[in-house]
């Protein structure tokens, strides 16, 4: 594969986009960022990386860091996980509380807020500190040790995340809350505010390329588990858009509303694109076109 070429290809069809959109305002700290921004990375499975544009700018990693969350849970191998959270697509917009109400408390999948709250719940449940556990492994997996918690964007989160509050006191009306609400509150804000670059991404997005092995080759995850976390990534990665992105892109792909985009190949590479710009849905248009164009120009989509 020519990922030089690859990498050309996408970075011209996605230049016209790169700007389009609405940055996540209804966050404070992320309604400062420059719209105008753009990286995309190729991580491969034999650890080539290959980048540009602003590829080495960090970021919030918002949503896309509940696929390391959940990983850290399926490492853990407790079943009593799945009795919290659903394995289904919502079909509604990803911090809805009427699906949650009518459904007693159970998330529909770990992807959405009230899914990736029950997941950092029960991570803390698990661990005593899911954030350090999340950024430990993002640490060890992309190779820089100083990946951290942007404390700004995380005080920015607290203080804008009534919405989250109201999904997580819902759920533990129906004892589906293992933690205080606050503590598990104050782990997820924080998870979401880790700072990253796109080349990070894709490296660590490998972990789930390579079927659960870890950059040591030590495993994270059975080779089963992994093949969850993608089933999850394809049908339910994007929010209320999964559907249509599936058809769309073709490639297993979670987003976050700082504009990431994690997309993985298994048995060859991980991809991930930056363009803070999104759609209605919260996915980045600016990513979105460059994944389009990557699985076109590679041929590697999936379905």
């Given at each position: 594969?020519d990922?030089r070429?690859?990498l050309?290809?996408?970075?011209?069809?996605?230049?016209?986009y790169?700007?389009?959109?609405?940055?996540?305002?209804?966050i404070p700290?992320?309604?400062?960022?420059?719209?105008?921004?753009?990286?995309?990375?190729?991580?491969?499975v034999?650890?080539?990386?290959?980048?540009d544009?602003d590829?080495?700018v960090?970021f919030?990693?918002?949503?896309?860091?509940?696929?390391?969350?959940?990983?850290?849970?399926?490492q853990?191998?407790?079943?009593k996980?799945?009795s919290?959270?659903?394995?289904?697509?919502?079909?509604m917009?990803?911090n809805?509380?009427?699906?949650?109400?009518?459904?007693?408390?159970?998330?529909r999948?770990?992807?959405?807020n009230?899914?990736?709250?029950?997941?950092t719940?029960?991570?803390?449940?698990?661990?005593?500190?899911?954030?350090?556990?999340?950024?430990?492994l993002?640490r060890?997996e992309?190779?820089?040790?100083?990946?951290?918690?942007?404390?700004?964007?995380?005080?920015?989160?607290?203080?804008?995340?009534?919405?989250?509050?109201?999904?997580?006191?819902?759920?533990a009306?129906?004892?589906?809350?293992a933690?205080?609400v606050?503590l598990?509150?104050?782990?997820?804000?924080?998870?979401?505010?880790?700072?990253i670059?796109?080349?990070?991404?894709a490296?660590?997005?490998l972990?789930i390329?390579?079927?659960?092995?870890?950059?040591?080759?030590?495993?994270?995850?059975s080779?089963?588990?992994?093949?969850?976390?993608?089933?999850?990534?394809a049908?339910?990665?994007?929010?209320?858009?999964a559907g249509n992105?599936a058809?769309?892109?073709?490639?297993?792909t979670?987003?976050g509303?700082?504009?990431?985009l994690?997309?993985?190949?298994?048995?060859?590479?991980?991809?991930?694109a930056?363009?803070?710009?999104l759609?209605?849905?919260?996915?980045?248009i600016s990513?979105?076109?460059?994944?389009?164009?990557?699985?076109?120009?590679?041929?590697?989509a999936?379905y």
């Open positions: 594969m990922y070429r690859v050309q290809q996408v970075m011209s069809t996605a230049a016209p790169v700007g389009e959109g609405k940055v996540a305002d209804y700290e992320l309604a400062r960022v420059d719209p105008k921004q753009f990286g995309f990375a190729i991580a491969t034999d650890g080539r990386v290959f980048s544009g590829a080495d960090p919030a990693i918002e949503s896309v860091s509940k696929v390391f969350a959940l990983a850290l849970v399926l853990r191998g407790d079943e996980y799945w919290r959270v659903r394995r289904e697509p919502s079909g917009a990803f809805d509380l009427i699906e949650l109400e009518v459904e007693n408390g159970i998330p999948n770990p992807f959405i009230p899914g990736a709250i029950v997941t719940d029960q991570l803390l449940a698990d661990t005593g500190d899911a954030v350090a556990s999340a950024r430990a993002l060890a992309t190779g820089n040790p100083n990946i951290e918690v942007d404390s700004v964007t995380a005080e920015s989160e607290l203080r804008t995340g009534d919405r989250n509050r109201a999904i997580a006191y819902l759920m009306s129906f004892d589906n809350m933690n205080p606050d598990a509150l104050d782990h997820y804000f924080r998870q979401c505010s880790i700072s670059t796109c080349a990070e991404l490296k660590a997005g972990v390329a390579r079927h659960g092995l870890r950059a040591d080759g030590t495993r994270l995850l080779e089963s588990d992994a093949r969850h976390v993608i089933a999850l990534m049908t339910c990665g994007t929010y209320d858009e992105f058809y769309r892109v073709g490639l297993p979670k987003s509303v700082g504009g990431g994690l997309a993985v190949v298994p048995n060859h590479c991980a991809v991930a930056w363009g803070p710009g759609d209605p849905k919260g996915n980045s990513g979105a076109v460059a994944l389009e164009s990557f699985a076109h120009a590679s041929g590697l999936m």
